[in-house]
């Protein structure tokens, strides 16, 4: 009779189910690699810089050709570090607001590091520092303005007569 009673009671008690297995913890997202925002504390600066000429920081500048702007060529790197990349599409930016959507101009967009010998043709005649660089050039070839680094809108604007 007892066990006829503890069978009646075990079937009677509420049943415990075990708990469930705790799932298993998310993988670690892996470290995202901190870019730097500025030039300060990139560590890929210099090699950007490797990539144009040496420029002397005591030598007059070139003079500068007067007239009306023929067309305008954009110096841009294809294998930038991410400080010179956020210039570089900041400048590219900065002429299509400038130009609008039919240039009035055309625009050739050259890379240093992919076609090294027509860029440098540009280098020489202006130097730069860092990129972009825009040379706007009259009808013989001659830079009217070039700007570098940090380009507005406005001031292609202005260079353009506009």
């Given amino acids: 009779m007892r ?6 009671l075990a079937a009677c008690a509420p049943s415990v189910s075990p708990e469930p297995p705790a ?6 997202p892996e470290a995202e690699v901190e870019r730097p925002t500025s030039e ?9 810089k490797a990539t144009l000429p040496p420029v002397d920081p005591s030598a ?10 023929a067309r305008i060529v954009f110096l841009d790197q294809k294998d930038a570090c991410p400080c010179t990349r956020n210039r ?7 002429l299509e607001l400038a130009l609008g ?33 825009v040379f706007l050039l009259d009808g013989e070839g001659r830079p009217v303005k070039v700007l570098s ?6 001031e292609v604007r202005t260079a353009l007569g506009g």
């Fill in 3 to 8: 066990l006829l009673l503890c069978l009646l």
């Fill in 23 to 28: 799932p298993a913890p998310a993988p670690a």
């Fill in 40 to 48: 300060k504390d990139c560590p890929y600066e210099a090699k950007d």
């Fill in 60 to 69: 007059p500048l070139p003079a500068l050709a007067s007239g009306p702007v």
């Fill in 88 to 94: 570089i599409d900041a400048g590219w930016k900065a």
């Fill in 101 to 133: 959507p039919t240039p009035a101009v055309p625009v050739e967009r050259l890379y240093v590091d992919a076609d090294k010998a027509r860029a440098d043709a540009y280098i020489a005649m202006y130097p730069l520092t860092r990129l972009p660089g």
């Fill in 149 to 154: 680094e940090t380009i507005a809108p406005t």
